[in-house]
């Protein structure tokens, strides 16, 4: 009997379906690809490596350390708050195995973010890189966690190498801010400790809670997805059928993991997928640094990347990108943010290979829409909807609009969470089963989806609803541009007008020019009153612009 009833086909004939699941839970997921690809390198990091039965081994020991040193129960609560590092999936698959939540914690969060995410969640324990400690110092006794596990960063590359990387960390670059925990215990300890104890294995079932993934804070406070295994099972199912059109390797392809692990599309794909499918994956601890990352990506013929749209457009803008080897490569997908279609083109130009936009929220596991990776690929569109998921258009009052017309964005399937963590979730569904994403868009004639835009950014110039992201696309497509953003202010004459901030790749760009460029492109009422040039852009930590940063800048200037 097939476990989701919503299937149906849409006008390309693409199977979408998924039937009976292969796995209970994600630690058999983990555990059969462990055992299937065991000899194989599974992670590569700061000159480290780990084999897929190293990995199930480290996680174990750090699994029984969780049970029985510190007594955590199924069902417990533990945040990870690291960036890309080899200590990241096996913390990871750690906690899964012990039965444990997992609260995926940003990094570079402030204390107050800390805070509020903490007590939300009510973890029972922390696991930390020693860089943001001092942060966690501030509030750990505002906070419910009495347990914190510190990681320097080297710690598993191993030898002297990752005693040479803790060195320069600490005392060369002077990353590590002096901190005091008076409860902490050490990552290397907890994995030495956990070598000594027996984990006894939990029964972990398909509805129990797997993840609570933050929303990233960009359109108020953060609240937690609620994501089950069952949630991550059968995406992993889902985009394992997508995927399957690339990933005909002769020999170990390899994965650039650039988004951070702790971000729901880097979780599920790069590190779920990825290992699932016995790939070799490169975790990259910065990208921001991109001479750093374009030196580390000469070192690999890699096969797949994936990303948000400031991250390809940073690397095809990079002098040395072009000279890199793409011999091997497969092919490349965007999420997070729209991919403009002046990166998409450049970026094919210069690989070879398709770079497709897929769609989907922390809410969902992430992905409900994804461009074909057969070559069917639509630019400007977020492609089709994964299989067992159903994707359509609604209206204000949860009317489904017919195909061609503009509304709510709203999905049913089984990788959509059951709720908001501790939270009134009245209004989140229509009829208690269609997810409302906020997000304006539309169906269109073969079947492929649309986002217009954010129902929250949309700017309404003298009764005509314009959408941001048609704006920052075409100015985007300018050749002396590198990024863009576009907001709505407040006018006495016409409600609200557009405000741009503009990243110039060619300084010889000026605001006439600009603005010139503009009347071609767009009609009278689209075009931006105001231009305003700006060395860079505020972004969240995955690289997605934030263009409520910028709203409140101007709130704070009126």
């Known amino acids: 009997m097939n476990e989701f009833p919503w299937f149906k086909k849409y006008p390309t004939g693409i199977p979408h379906e998924i039937g009976q699941l292969p796995f209970n839970s994600l630690v058999d997921l983990y555990e059969a690809s462990s055992r299937k690809h065991s000899d194989l390198v599974a992670f590569e990091n700061l000159g480290g490596k780990l084999k897929y039965a190293e990995v199930d081994k480290l996680a174990t020991h750090f699994a029984a350390y969780l049970q029985k040193g510190l007594g955590l129960k199924k069902g417990d609560r533990i945040a990870i708050q690291m960036p890309n590092l080899l200590q990241f999936p096996v913390a990871f698959i750690g906690a899964l195995k012990a039965g444990l939540t997992v609260v995926n914690t940003n990094p570079l969060y402030t204390a107050r973010e800390m805070e509020h995410q903490f007590n939300d969640a009510g973890i029972s324990a922390v696991i930390i890189v020693a860089n943001f400690a001092h942060n966690l110092e501030a509030i750990a006794e505002k906070v419910p966690a009495k347990d914190y596990i510190v990681t320097e960063m080297g710690d598993l590359v191993g030898g002297f190498k990752g005693w040479l990387v803790n060195f320069v960390v600490k005392h060369i670059k002077k990353l590590v801010p002096k901190y005091h925990l008076p409860h902490a215990h050490s990552f290397k300890d907890a994995l030495k400790k956990g070598a000594a104890l027996t984990l006894d294995k939990p029964v972990i079932n398909k509805e129990d809670l797997a993840v609570l993934q933050y929303t990233g804070g960009t359109t108020g406070v953060s609240k937690g997805a609620q994501l089950s295994h069952r949630n991550l099972v059968a995406h992993n199912e889902m985009i394992a059928h997508w995927f399957k059109p690339i990933m005909n390797f002769s020999h170990q392809g390899i994965v650039i993991t650039a988004l951070p692990l702790y971000h729901i599309f880097a979780l599920s794909v790069n590190l779920t997928l990825m290992y699932h499918s ?281």
């Open 278 to 558: 016995g790939m070799k994956n490169v975790l990259i601890t910065n990208p921001r640094d991109m001479n750093g990352f374009i030196k580390e990506l000469k070192k690999y013929k890699f096969s797949i990347i994936l990303g948000v749209n400031t991250l390809f457009n940073g690397m095809i803008n990079h002098p040395l990108f072009k000279t890199l080897d793409f011999s091997e490569m497969k092919g490349a997908v965007g999420g997070g943010m729209a991919v403009q279609d002046a990166v998409a083109i450049n970026w094919e130009k210069i690989t070879r290979s398709p770079l497709v936009e897929g769609y989907g929220l922390s809410e969902t596991s992430p992905v409900l829409c994804c461009n074909p990776l057969d070559g069917k690929h639509k630019r400007g569109t977020i492609g089709l909807p994964m299989p067992s998921t159903e994707v359509a258009i609604f209206d204000d009052n949860g009317n489904r609009l017919p195909q061609g017309e503009t509304g709510e964005i709203c999905a049913r399937g089984p990788q959509v969470m059951r709720g908001y963590w501790q939270k009134d979730n009245a209004g989140v569904f229509f009829n208690n089963e269609w997810f409302r994403t906020g997000d304006i868009g539309l169906m269109d004639e073969d079947g492929y989806f649309k986002i217009v835009d954010r129902k929250k950014d949309m700017i309404k110039v003298s009764g005509f609803n314009v959408f941001p992201n048609e704006i920052e696309n075409v100015i985007a497509s300018n050749s002396k541009v590198l990024e863009v953003a576009a907001i709505g202010v407040p006018d006495a004459k016409s409600g609200e007008v557009i405000k741009v901030f503009v990243v110039k790749k060619d300084q010889s760009l000026s605001e006439e020019e600009l603005r010139k460029f503009c009347h071609e492109n767009l009609t009278n009422y689209k075009v931006p009153k105001y231009f305003v040039f700006r060395k860079e852009l505020p972004k969240t930590n995955v690289g997605k612009i934030l263009r409520r940063a910028l709203k409140e800048e101007e709130s704070k200037a009126s």
